[in-house]
């Protein structure tokens, strides 16, 4: 069982980046993903949901209106459309699996000019 997140990196305030999270090894298709993010120094902290059908979705506050959850259960994957990115945004972001706790590694995102 597995999670891989990708795409990551460094982006101008403003700018925009799509993260992607892998899954193997499990029922993707059954399965409500999460994304979290955790800045430096701050806790880990939800910030979107997507159910199992793609047809549900729930944001923080902090990024409802930027943020962009989905995914293609062809694929196994979710994504994470970041649009309208600010400073504050910059931290590690990840994939969870909350029927199996389980975490990926997580993808770095840096929001500075």
């Known amino acids: 069982v597995r999670l891989v997140e990708s795409g990551g990196g460094l982006v101008q305030p403003g700018g925009s980046l799509k993260l992607s999270c892998t899954a193997s090894?499990?029922?993707?298709?059954?399965?409500?993903m999460r994304w979290y993010r955790q800045a430096p120094g701050k806790e880990r902290e939800w910030v979107a949901l997507i159910g199992a059908a793609g047809a549900v979705s729930n944001y923080a506050d902090s990024v409802k209106g930027r943020f962009t959850i989905s995914r293609d259960n062809a694929k196994n994957i979710v994504y994470l459309q970041m649009d309208s990115l600010k400073p504050e945004d910059t931290a590690v972001y990840y994939c969870y699996l909350q029927t199996r706790r389980l975490w990926g590694q997580g993808t770095q995102v840096t929001v500075s000019s």
């Open positions: 090894g499990f029922t993707f298709s059954n399965s409500d």
